[in-house]
């Protein structure tokens, strides 16, 4: 499948694959399909190591790098953590019998953090990040969270690398259009992680009229070919794809994060602003109930409530590691309603050849019914 | 372009187009799509004379009726609407300056409610709705909320016509499929009016996997020939569309209504119980931002908010309607995300026409992808 967007990045098939995992990037992109890896919560020398294993297993085969490089860099607002909120937190966390974190804890954030929603607004270690990036051979920089500032565009155009950008609104189109993107996400509410409330079916035909020549990829409720093919009919250039990577063998979610995923429903996410400060799309649980509860304090703005929350996670997910059924209970992560569809977990290169021989079909498909009959 | 929804009603396109107005529906059979009554505040009478002025009209040609026949007839529970839900009410009324209604107001229901989302709880009316419905060449007849009873089951059986229900989960599909419907409309959470918050582009699948053999439509986010395109890409045999017929110049939503429709984004849609009892989507306004501030009261469930807020509503229409902007900010409509396409209002017939161009020059487009270029 040729389209605007497999012209501008060199892959054979309209499809990213986002995660947080080189492994995982390395056989998305192997299968054909454009790996791009969540950076932000790496340092720039954890950044460079693993970029250079990627060149070396890649061998020229194109793969991009997402930082969630915050618009306007360093400048955050004072604020703080109230003690209030620490109080509800650490109180919520005794209901359930969570242990404080043991004294020799050996925590590889790198590893442990869901899907780099985390930000790093330091403007020397974003200048350093940026610089890590384009010293490799990345086919795409993407911009997670709000429009890219001019030095990351003007850093990528000198590197001849094209910037994407997530958007989840006409809004937000115009403004990434403005500031001189390459290739648009439309993020539909359906999406895994940070999302807004236009779904993809309504949001990828309006920023696609937005954009003119500028590729549009559908993001948000993509894990089959079907799902593929539907958003090559909505206009879009291809489809950008988180969730669907979490079932894969190569990603690094604890065992208890993968059964909760495998078994959940399309029904049993929500979207909430409890863990970074800006409403994502992740599990339910009884974490998300809690601060939904009367008397619970409103979410800090982000970065305070990853402030916040931080280390709570950290003492979540090693109990639940272990075996705490009520740690279990308050275990979530972030993920879209395509969590539904999650059976078994499979080798990624498995997921990208069987999204990509399933769209071709239904297009195939799709081609003979203006005049006959379609499947249905 | 033929599918199993299309052989079932005996239609030329897989496009069912539900509308509250018997012109609406009229104009959309007459263009070769299903159009589909929304019948439920008619008395037995009125239904009767709008069914015989429509068979007159089509000669044959096939639509549908929709009737929010509640699973369990006449089982309501008691309960009623509290005094402090009144005083809420009276008080948002209040402090926009909200004239009481006139002693002579002449109030046509039937012309007035919004999308026919009111539900007759009287087991007699809806068992004499259904004898009129069935004594009319009717080609679908549907179940807008919950799985239909069987008595509806059954006298469409009898009667050879097919039945429709509209699912918001995988679970509902389930039921209803067990209750035996014949075609399934898997409805979005972007859809209007009543809707839960699984989105299209996820539900659709997920029900065409689970009906086997029965059809589906997909519901929520389809007003466009690119929407329908997808639609039939996720595996569905067309689409139902409600939203988009409100911008036909023979709809009959007031003339500030229209004006509110024709000027709203994609972003400016809640969902929100307040209206009926049950989550609907609807235009932001006034009167939802007043429910969501601290102190406002619980909705109440279904029948009795729609009870509460029945005559406020008829005097917010008809202030608004007057000219005066304080009853403008509080005026809201039952629509989907799709509102943010409305551009001018079209006759509901080149709407059908400009759908179904729009998809057949999409899919013979995606016809030609797998082994060539995709615009985009």
Redesign the interface.
Known sequence: ?????TELVGVEH?LVGFNRAPAVVVEVSRAGALGVLGATMYTPEQLDARLTWMDEQLAGRPYGVDLLVPGSVGAVDGGGVPPEHRDFVEGLLADHGIPPLPADAQLDRTGRIDISLETNMDAQVVHELLEVTFSHRVALVASALGTPPPEMVARARAAGVPVAALVG???HARRQLAAGVDVLVAQ???GGGHT????????T??V?DLAGDV??LAA???A?G??L??????????AWTGSVWLSSLEDPAAGVIKEKLLTA???DTVVSPTRTGKPARQLRSAWLDAWGRPGAPSPLPMPWQSTLVREAWERIDLAAEAGDARARELESFFV???V??FTELRPAGEIVRDIVAG??Q???E?????A?????
Chains 1, 2 share one sequence.
């Open positions: 499948m040729r389209t605007a967007f309209p609104t006409g809004e539909g509410t359906e807004g409330n236009v779904a993809t079916m309504v949001l035909p309006e696609v590729p549009v948000g409720g993509i089959t079907r799902q093919a539907a958003a090559l009919a909505l206009g879009a250039a291809g429903r399309s029904t879209g309603q395509v539904g569809t769209c071709e239904r297009l195939r799709l081609g003979g019914v203006a006959r009959d379609v499947a249905g």
